[in-house]
């Protein structure tokens, strides 16, 4: 199942086992040439989901967040707020 947002796409899927949980954060190059800056947003993302999924019920699928271009002007908060307007539709 896929969700979309303007900054990303959320892709989820069933886990193998109710207990499992996987979250993959994807920062390509079409959204920044700079290695610095991709690996800014992704630790970034990476921080949002850990504080998000860590609130709530969380197990039982796979999550993958792919980046797009527009999330390279954004702020921490913004992107928190989009990111979790995103995972709320979903819960």
């Known amino acids: 199942m896929k ?3 303007e ?3 959320v892709y989820i899927s069933p886990a193998r086992t109710p207990t499992d949980r996987r979250v ?3 920062v390509g190059v079409r959204v920044s ?11 970034q993302l990476k921080e949002i989901l850990r504080l ?3 609130t709530g019920s969380s197990s039982g699928y796979y ?6 271009p527009p ?9 928190k707020k989009q990111i979790e ?7």
């Open 63 to 68: 999550l993958r967040v792919a980046a797009k």
């Open 52 to 54: 998000y999924l860590r």
């Open 33 to 43: 040439k700079k290695a610095v800056v991709r690996n800014r947003l992704r630790r």
């Open 24 to 26: 993959d954060v994807a």
């Open 7 to 9: 900054l990303f796409d």
């Open 71 to 79: 999330l390279i002007n954004q702020k921490f908060s913004q992107i």
């Open 85 to 91: 307007a995103v995972l709320d539709k979903i819960k």
């Open 3 to 5: 969700f979309t947002s």
